[in-house]
């Protein structure tokens, strides 16, 4: 056996079958088995697991009472009989060649202290089609992870838990997901010193031992969403918060601090933001008017260059009075273009 795929369930048996089909479909030489373990379900996952595993015999399936989405994966790791332990939810549909995928990339790689993650495309939970509104590119803000090409991933770039890969060896090493964070049931459980969730604290682990956390471009799998929360509303203030984060994913890995990064001309950062503010106020006008997809994915991007001009006045600054008084008068702007913004699919 050379890959184990271990999934934590828990209610959604109207879900399984879909990803579990996906991978019964895998187009992979390489053997693999499937993992399905069954976090305390109280629908009717128990029984549809047991078909499953009945039909074919690559799948096994075992019940972890304790509820948390960590605590069925680490079931999920006891259970494997693989080196290489590949990790998707129950809500995901996986290419045709994911595991392939991730067997190919760790056999051309050959370090020790390697993980890696692939694209996180959301698809509408329905399975239908998006709203005739939203354009490819405003995906990225509805859900979407992809970070280009193969390559390694900064200090604050990470990829998620429902399509990572992970040698064994890291957890015999380093130890398996922490249970004391990540779902667990229908709630969310974060240590208050904690900023991360079980997935992005297990990559941070295996960087601070000297390892790196790579992107696999070839291993897609879709994220399945509820339709009913992607609005242009929600899209665009999205679009807003991802700007205003952009520069420092970008700048604190190389400078660390705030005030350390390069200074930015304070009238060339006004200039831009007025600038931004005004497209995004005149193409969510002619959104209004047409409700064509080119008029919303203007005003997605202009959101969120206004969202990164803001947060660039805080560069270089030690003194955050210039960032404090145009915020004030840019969210209020923003709040304003957002109650504009229609919030329906």
Request: glycine share 8%; with cysteine; proline share 5%.
């Amino acid at each position: 056996m050379a890959i184990s795929v271990i999934i934590s369930t828990r209610n959604r048996a109207h879900y399984l079958p879909d990803a579990l089909g996906t991978l019964a479909a895998q187009d992979c030489a390489t053997p693999f088995e499937v993992i399905v373990i069954d976090n305390a379900s109280s629908d009717h996952t128990p029984a549809l697991l047991e078909q499953w595993c009945r039909r074919d015999a690559r799948f096994r399936t075992a019940r972890e009472s304790r509820l948390g989405l960590s605590r069925g994966k680490n079931a999920g790791i006891m259970m494997a009989r693989a080196p290489l332990l590949l990790f998707t939810d129950d809500d995901m549909l996986v290419d045709a060649h994911w595991v392939q995928s991730y067997h190919d990339f760790f056999a051309r790689r050959k370090g020790v202290l390697e993980l890696s993650g692939g694209p996180v495309v959301p698809i509408p939970h329905d399975l239908g089609r998006w709203a005739d509104w939203l354009d490819e590119p405003a995906l990225m803000d509805a859900g979407q992870l992809h970070h280009d090409g193969e390559r390694v991933l900064g200090q604050y770039e990470y990829v998620w838990g429902g399509n990572i890969a992970v040698p064994r060896r890291l957890f015999d090493l380093f130890g398996l997901w922490d249970e004391t964070m990540g779902l667990q049931g229908d709630q969310r459980v974060t240590p208050e010193h904690a900023e991360c969730f079980e997935d992005t604290e297990f990559q941070d682990r295996i960087r601070h031992a000297g390892g790196t956390v790579w992107f696999c471009p070839a291993a897609v799998v879709h994220h399945r969403v509820d339709r009913r929360t992607v609005t242009p509303r929600r899209i665009t203030s999205t679009a807003f918060s991802r700007g205003r984060n952009d520069i420092w994913v970008k700048d604190l890995p190389i400078w660390h601090e705030i005030s350390l990064a390069p200074r930015r001309n304070a009238l060339a950062c006004l200039c831009s933001l007025t600038g931004s503010l005004v497209r995004w106020g005149a193409w969510l006008m002619l959104f209004h008017l047409s409700a064509n997809k080119t008029g919303f994915e203007r005003a997605r991007r202009a959101a969120f260059a206004a969202g990164r001009s803001l947060d660039s006045l805080r560069a270089g600054r030690g003194s955050q009075r210039l960032f404090l008084g145009a915020g004030r008068i840019v969210f209020l702007i923003r709040w304003l273009l957002l109650r504009l913004t229609p919030d329906v699919p």
